[in-house]
């Protein structure tokens, strides 16, 4: 399987705490990507990064911010974790933007109490 | 209209049965498309791409009809561990579109 390890694999947090989830690659991929996924919803892309320090908002990326600081990095933070962002969180990987399809982490299990 | 649509399912059936799911798309710009395979509580792997001329891989065959912007898979002789939700993706041709997931489409195969 690719190098994509996901840190921590089970969170829980209380409401206003802000949180941060590390996703970490070997593989030297240029793309990296957040994705949440929820019952009835699928998978929804958050933030993506095309580069080092190149970022862009996906579709619900309110509440949250990334960071790409290293290649092999992309952190996730929710700022003041609210109940609504409980969801398993993956981040994904790409060699390529246009035709190849992702690796996934194993994701992050998150819960906001 | 959602971007990507899949019945959700469930499809139950049994061993050696032949199954087909299938999918529709609304971008016309789409111009990747793939079958990903999840397993419960697991991330999603990479099932197979779909090619404009149809494409094949033992049991699995996916066809891909631009013209009316629908996807399918069909899975012959189905075994226990074909058990999974499978997620009809699609991507546009522009530079820093990401992936977009189907909801899924749950599939049983019982013995």
């Known amino acids: 399987d690719a190098g994509i390890t996901q840190s921590p694999r089970h969170k829980v947090t209380e409401t206003g705490t802000p949180v941060t989830l590390r996703c970490h690659q070997t593989e030297n991929h240029r793309y990296m990507y957040w994705y949440r996924q929820d019952p009835g919803h699928g998978l929804r892309l958050i933030h993506y990064?095309?580069?080092?320090?190149?970022?862009d908002k996906g579709e619900v990326s309110d509440g949250y911010s990334v960071s790409r600081s290293k290649t092999e990095d992309f952190l996730l933070t929710l700022e003041s974790a609210t109940s609504s962002q409980t969801s398993v969180y993956f981040c994904?990987?790409?060699?390529?933007?246009?035709?190849?399809?992702?690796?996934f982490g194993s994701g992050t299990r998150l819960t906001v109490v | 209209r959602k971007e990507v649509e899949q019945d959700p399912g469930p499809f139950n059936v049994p061993e050696g049965a032949t199954v087909a799911f299938n999918c529709t798309y609304s971008n016309s710009a789409s111009q990747s498309f793939f079958w990903y395979r999840q397993d419960c509580r697991k991330e999603p792997k990479l099932l197979m791409s779909?090619?404009?001329s149809g494409n094949e891989d033992g049991r699995f065959t996916a066809q891909l009809n631009r013209a009316s912007q629908y996807i399918s898979l069909l899975i012959r002789d189905s075994k226990l561990s074909d058990s999974a939700t499978y997620l009809c993706?699609?991507?546009?041709?522009?530079?820093?579109?990401?992936?977009?997931f189907g909801k899924g489409t749950t599939l049983s195969v019982s013995s």
């Open positions: 994904a990987i790409s060699e390529s933007g246009e035709n190849y399809g992702y690796t």
């Open positions: 779909v090619y404009s």
């Open positions: 993706v699609v991507k546009a041709n522009q530079a820093g579109t990401a992936l977009i």
């Open positions: 990064s095309y580069g080092v320090k190149d970022t």
